[in-house]
């Protein structure tokens, strides 16, 4: 507990001046930021375009590769298809078609 009184109390004088500089700080205005906005905007701007012609080069090369194309896969008999009549008819279930 002591020990907290007497950091507590460094701490005090600390704040109070004790290696302080005699500079004040150094103040930003809206004019020196302004410099700063810029140059990022006009940054990030090039590197936007840079972004968007990489990915248009690289979208009309993996376009014009083409694509393989494989040879059909063999007929298993679980892919037969029915080629029977419904039992419901051609017309449909739910639908009556007047002839």
């Given at each position: 507990?002591?020990?907290?009184?007497?950091?507590?109390?460094l701490?005090?004088?600390?704040?109070?001046?004790?290696?302080?500089?005699?500079?004040?700080?150094?103040?930003?205005?809206?004019?020196?930021?302004?410099?700063?906005?810029?140059?990022?905007?006009?940054?990030?701007?090039?590197?936007?375009?840079?972004?968007?012609?990489?990915?248009?080069?690289?979208?009309?090369?993996?376009?014009?590769?083409?694509?393989?194309?494989?040879?059909?896969?063999?007929?298993?008999?679980?892919?037969?298809?029915r080629?029977?009549?419904?039992?419901?008819?051609?017309?449909?279930?739910?639908?009556?078609?007047?002839?």
């Amino acid at each position: 507990m002591a020990f907290a009184g007497v950091r507590s109390s460094l701490l005090r004088a600390g704040l109070r001046g004790g290696s302080r500089s005699s500079a004040p700080p150094k103040r930003t205005f809206s004019s020196s930021a302004h410099h700063d906005d810029a140059y990022e905007t006009a940054k990030w701007e090039k590197i936007t375009y840079l972004g968007i012609a990489t990915c248009t080069i690289l979208a009309i090369y993996n376009l014009s590769k083409g694509h393989p194309h494989y040879e059909e896969p063999p007929a298993y008999p679980y892919l037969h298809i029915r080629n029977k009549e419904f039992p419901w008819g051609p017309d449909g279930l739910f639908e009556n078609k007047h002839h």
